[in-house]
Every structure is written in C-alpha cells, then in structure tokens.
C-alpha cells in the first residue's frame, strides 16, 4: 500500500512510525515532515495545505491513502478535493470538521443530540457578549467561534478580565463571533475514537498538560506531555462518553448529511455530574498520539484504510498491557518567541532503551545533525509495565537528550502518581 501522511509534528512522527511498521506498506511519504520522520518516510516539499497539489500527487504516484494529520489541510478543503478525485481519505470532510473549525457549531451539535457540556450562549457582537456576561458573572469562559491557534480560549476568573478577553477575540483572527460558557471544574480527559461514519471503534484515553510549567502554571501551550492509560478516565467514564457524548454526535452529523469519519479528538471535563464536553477536534491529539499508537498491537494501517473505505464494522483493536508517557522536549519561550537552529545531541544514546521512542515535532537535519526547528521539538516516549516504570524511563531519556536551550516539564503525569 502507498501511503501519504500531511503534517510535520510529533503526532504525524508517530503516525508514520505506526504505519512504517505495517507489513502492507510499499511506500510512504510524508509533506512537509521533518527531521525524524525522515527515518521512516520520504519528505516531500509539497504544500500539505494546497487541495490540487495534493491531489496531483496522489494521482501521479498512485497513493491508495492519504492520511491527513493536522487540521489546517482539512479547514483548507483538502480531504474534499481528494474524495472528490476518488483517493481514499483517512480525515474528515471541511463540513464534518466545522467540529473543530466552529465552537459555535459543537454546541449546537451538541444541543441537539442531548450531549452533556457547559451552558453556553453564542454572540456575534461585541456589546450582546458584554451584556451577558455582565449578567451571568464570573467566573466564566469566553471562546472565539473560528480556529484561533490555541489562543481562542480565556477562563475568566473575573468580570473585567472577560470583558477584555470579548475585546480581544473581536478584534484576532478567530473573531466572528463569541462563545461564552460556563466554567466546569474537575479533572480534563481527552479520548480518542475511530469512525467511518457508521461503526465507531473506540481508541483509548490520555491526560495531556496543556500549561508550559510545573504545578500546571504558565501559559496555554499545545500540550507538554501526555501519558495513556489515564486512570481517572475509567472504563465507566469511557461507557457513559461513547453513549451520551460520541454516539449521539455522531448520529447527529449523520442526519445532516455531513458524515464524520476518521479520529474524533473528545477533550472532556471529569465532572462531579460525570463528563461534559469542552471541545472537540477532527484530528489526534499531539502529544496524546506519540502515548497511544505505540500502546497499539494491532497494525494500525488497515484500520486507518477502514475508516477511510467505510468498512471498519470488520476491523477491531488490540493493545498491550503497558502504560505508556510522553515528555515534550520545547525550545525556551515557547509558546511565546524562541530561537530556532540550537543543535541537540546525545538523541541515540537517550533512546537506547528499547522501551523509548524519541517522536520529532520541530527539528531539521542540517550539517549531519539535527537543529531545533519549532516551539515543540521532541516527544520523549516511553513504554513501561505500569505508569511509573514509563515515566522513570521516559525522564531517565529525556534527561539524556543533551539540547542547550530546550526546557521540558519535570512533573508530566503528577495526577496519575
Ligand atoms: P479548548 O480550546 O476548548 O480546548 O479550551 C482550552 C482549555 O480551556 C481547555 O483545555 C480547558 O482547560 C479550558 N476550558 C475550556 N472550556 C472550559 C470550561 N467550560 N470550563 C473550564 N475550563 C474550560
Ligand atoms: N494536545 C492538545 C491538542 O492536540 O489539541
């Protein structure tokens, strides 16, 4: 089989790491990629954001699957286009992933299928926003409706702070319209399901740590560490989100005509009255990919194929027993400013264990070494036979990684100990 990944981070490292290992792969590439996914996979120069280059590659090199990892090619429109052009597609149409695209949207998927979340009204101007947060109070959480880049949510513990966060949105690049929610407390989940449109295949549970600094302090980033199993995310929890969340989302989408297929990311609050939705996306998580597919025993290629061929009634999974954790190694200031092209060292001796895996996010190959390239830059992966065995191995690596200006968080998996 002949496979094209889309996206260049640590998820997409781990998504080709996974298909790599598939006795049914006879080529895969990978656009853009980076310096570790080129290991495993061909990187190409191709815009993974552009439908017709994307198209006329898979043409001409005769791709069976195109597996999109981010969801900027989908927002783009590039699984439509490849549908369109009769390519099988692992990812979701632009109309199924306005569930990531439009908060606004998830929340009235969500109240039209009964799915549990925070109350929530919807504004499309600035003063309707004000009057009813002034009305409501703190604390409360204001949502830019469009993709925002990670900044489209403030939880305002004050009224003034989300008056300003109204300001804000208005005037950024998400800023058609506000969500304003009520704020849920308890522990965040997110799990992770296989669809086709029909048959849903659960995948498994992960806690990521979304704030840059130990003690959770700092800013929000795209996740600085992430370990599945995730105890607080019980087999109970799991049943009561595929019945009351997944399942009736999905058949709502289903009955607008707009079918979701491929992963749905659910990001939960673990309430005292039991899971609520925050938010959904049409793609993995990352880091929470890099601790998952390697916890996976069955070969990951035919079920992505599945799903995009709307035969995954016939799949199942298998997963081995260990717990698995991810440290994600950023570049100093992330997610703020940071400098890109400091060389990092010692990678082999670090993943000498065979245990780790050492996922790339932003790195690149230059000189015969590999430089930082981006804001996350490494996924130090371990597998370990319960929780604390993959952490002590997963920070034992991560501390061999020899990268001056690298930080990671000494404290991933604090909840779980
Ligand atoms: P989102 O982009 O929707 O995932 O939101 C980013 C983060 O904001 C989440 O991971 C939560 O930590 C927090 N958040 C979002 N919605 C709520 C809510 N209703 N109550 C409390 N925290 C929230
Ligand atoms: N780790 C959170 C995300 O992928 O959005």
């Given at each position: 089989?002949r496979?094209?990944?889309?996206?260049?981070?640590?998820?997409e490292?781990?998504?080709?790491?996974?298909?790599?290992?598939?006795?049914?792969?006879t080529?895969?590439?990978?656009a853009?990629?980076?310096?570790?996914i080129?290991?495993?996979?061909?990187?190409l120069?191709?815009n993974p954001?552009a439908?017709?280059d994307?198209?006329?590659?898979?043409?001409?090199?005769?791709?069976?699957?195109l597996v999109?990892?981010?969801?900027a090619?989908l927002?783009a429109?590039?699984?439509?286009?490849?549908?369109?052009?009769?390519?099988?597609?692992?990812?979701?149409s632009?109309?199924a992933?306005?569930?990531?695209?439009?908060?606004?949207?998830t929340?009235?998927?969500?109240?039209?299928?009964?799915?549990?979340?925070?109350?929530?009204?919807?504004?499309?101007?600035?003063?309707?926003?004000?009057?009813?947060?002034?009305?409501?109070?703190a604390?409360?959480?204001?949502?830019?409706?469009?993709?925002?880049?990670?900044?489209?949510?403030?939880?305002?513990?004050?009224?003034?702070?989300?008056?300003?966060?109204?300001?804000?949105?208005?005037?950024?690049?998400g800023?058609?319209a506000?969500?304003?929610e009520?704020?849920?407390?308890?522990?965040?989940?997110s799990?992770?399901v296989?669809?086709d449109?029909?048959t849903?295949l659960?995948?498994a549970?992960?806690?990521?740590?979304?704030r840059?600094?130990?003690?959770?302090?700092?800013?929000?980033t795209?996740g600085?560490g992430?370990?599945?199993?995730?105890?607080?995310?019980t087999?109970?929890?799991?049943r009561?989100?595929m019945e009351?969340?997944?399942?009736?989302?999905?058949?709502?989408m289903?009955?607008?005509?707009?079918?979701?297929?491929?992963?749905?990311?659910?990001?939960l609050?673990l309430?005292?009255?039991?899971p609520k939705?925050?938010?959904i996306?049409?793609r993995?998580?990352?880091?929470?990919?890099?601790?998952?597919?390697?916890r996976?025993?069955t070969d990951?290629?035919p079920?992505l194929?599945?799903?995009?061929k709307g035969?995954l009634?016939?799949?199942?999974l298998d997963?081995?027993?260990?717990?698995?954790?991810?440290?994600?190694?950023?570049?100093?200031?992330y997610?703020?400013?940071?400098?890109?092209?400091d060389?990092i060292?010692?990678?082999d001796?670090?993943?000498?264990?065979?245990?780790?895996t050492?996922?790339?996010?932003?790195?690149?190959s230059?000189d015969?070494?590999i430089?930082?390239?981006?804001?996350?830059?490494?996924g130090?992966?371990a597998m370990g036979?319960?929780?604390?065995?993959?952490?002590?191995?997963a920070?034992?690596?991560?501390n061999g990684?020899?990268?001056?200006?690298g930080?990671?968080?000494s404290?991933?998996?604090?909840?779980?100990l």
């Open positions: 089989m496979v094209l990944v889309l996206g260049g981070g640590g998820r490292h781990a998504l080709c790491w996974s298909i790599a290992r598939s006795p049914l792969l080529k895969l590439w990978c853009p990629g980076n310096a570790g080129a290991g495993v996979a061909e990187c120069g191709l954001d439908p017709d994307v198209v006329a590659f898979c043409e001409r090199e005769s791709v069976d699957l999109i990892g981010p969801e090619p927002a429109g590039v699984s439509d286009a490849a549908r369109a052009a009769g390519i099988a597609v692992f990812g979701p632009r109309a992933a306005q569930l990531e695209i439009s908060k606004a949207f929340k009235e998927i969500c109240r039209a299928s009964g799915a549990p979340t925070a109350d929530y009204a919807t504004f499309e101007t600035p003063g309707d926003a004000k009057a009813y947060v002034t009305e409501k109070g604390p409360i959480v204001i949502k830019a409706d469009g993709l925002a880049a990670g900044k489209g949510v403030v939880v305002a513990e004050t009224e003034s702070e989300a008056l300003d966060a109204i300001d804000l949105i208005f005037g950024g690049p800023g058609g506000v969500v304003v009520e704020m849920l407390t308890g522990e965040e989940a799990f992770f296989l669809t449109g029909d849903i659960p995948l549970g992960a806690q990521d740590h979304k840059a600094h130990d003690g959770d302090t700092g800013p929000n795209g600085m992430a370990y599945s199993p995730a105890p607080a995310f087999p109970v929890i799991e009561a989100v009351k969340i997944v399942a009736p989302m999905l058949t709502e289903k009955a607008r005509g707009t079918p979701y297929s491929g992963v749905l990311y659910v990001g609050m309430t005292a009255e039991g939705l925050i938010e996306n049409a993995f998580g990352d880091p929470e990919c890099q601790c998952i597919l390697p996976l025993e990951l290629l079920v194929y599945a799903c995009a035969t009634k016939d799949q199942s997963w081995k027993t260990d717990s698995c954790l991810t440290i994600v190694m950023a570049a100093n200031g997610p703020g400013p940071y400098e890109r092209g060389p060292t010692g990678l001796e670090a993943a000498s264990d065979p245990n780790v050492i996922f790339h996010a932003g790195t690149k230059q015969g070494g430089v930082a390239n981006g804001g996350r830059v490494l130090i992966t036979r319960n929780f604390s065995d993959a952490r002590a191995r920070y034992e690596a991560a990684v020899r990268w001056e200006t930080f990671f968080r404290d991933i998996g604090w909840r779980a």
